[in-house]
T-cell receptor, first 117, second 112 residues
Framework: GAVVSQHPSRVICKSGTSVKIECRSLDFQATTMFWYRQFPKQSLMLMATSNEGSKATYEQGVEKDKFLINHASLTLSTLTVTSAHPEDSSFYIC?????????????FGPGTRLTVL | SQQGEEDPQALSIQEGENATMNCSYKTSINNLQWYRQNSGRGLVHLILIRSNEREKHSGRLRVTLDTSKKSSSLLITASRAADTASYFCATDAKQAGTALIFGKGTTLSVSS
């Protein structure tokens, strides 16, 4: 099956610094990727839709200036958490859509655990 | 935004028993999927059921879908300790390419 990778898998940073998380579709091209956030013991919440070559679409309540998304190629989307604070500590998961045969299938990355001290 | 509501929120059973989790959603869907997530790990896709299907089986898993009630159930038969995890339903809207919207999840604990 299709594979989506995320890097890094874990990151610890100091408050006020910026952190970049990469999401790659390894064996397929994805014009659309999604970013989710999951707080402990909670479900996945959609943050934004990342479209290759255009601006990301953010869900209500998600600050676009804080969570910068860049989808510069068909296999890579990046999420940058700017000026991170402890409340941004969370599990960030991306997914990529593989289109083919008239259907769209989402493949999820393994997630990135962000801890902000 | 969250589309689905699962119940129960937490379920504790003994090995060998069956576990049933329910999910309700709000809008029309193309598909409904169930995922498993072990603590602190990524998602594992379990099963997909299309809006025109009513029941689907995969190994010890049985999923039902009732589009008139906008609900689905996941049955795990003959549970094992390794089934201990959180289970989420996820739906996609009728438009192609839209994100999956996840329910709140059910945390299943299977004790030996």
């Amino acid at each position: 099956g299709a594979v989506v990778s995320q890097h890094p898998s874990r990151v610890i940073c100091k408050s006020g610094t910026s952190v970049k998380i990469e999401c790659r579709s390894l064996d397929f091209q994805a014009t659309t990727m999604f970013w989710y956030r999951q707080f402990p013991k909670q479900s996945l919440m959609l943050m934004a839709t990342s479209n290759e070559g255009s601006k990301a679409t953010y869900e209500q309540g998600v600050e676009k200036d804080k969570f910068l998304i860049n989808h510069a190629s068909l296999t890579l989307s990046t999420l940058t958490v700017t000026s991170a604070h402890p409340e941004d500590s969370s599990f960030y998961i991306c997914s990529a859509i593989l289109s083919g045969g008239g259907t769209d299938t989402q493949y999820f990355g393994p997630g990135t655990r962000l801890t902000v001290l | 935004s969250q589309q689905g509501e699962e119940d129960p929120q937490a379920l504790s059973i003994q090995e060998g028993e069956n576990a049933t989790m329910n999910c309700s959603y709000k809008t029309s869907i193309n598909n409904l999927q169930w995922y498993r997530q072990n603590s602190g790990r990524g998602l594992v896709h379990l099963i997909l059921i299309r809006s025109n299907e009513r029941e689907k089986h995969s190994g010890r898993l049985r999923v039902t879908l009732d589009t008139s009630k906008k609900s689905s159930s996941l049955l795990i038969t003959a549970s094992r300790a390794a089934d201990t995890a959180s289970y989420f339903c996820a739906t996609d809207a009728k438009q192609a390419g839209t994100a999956l919207i996840f329910g709140k999840g059910t945390t299943l604990s299977v004790s030996s």
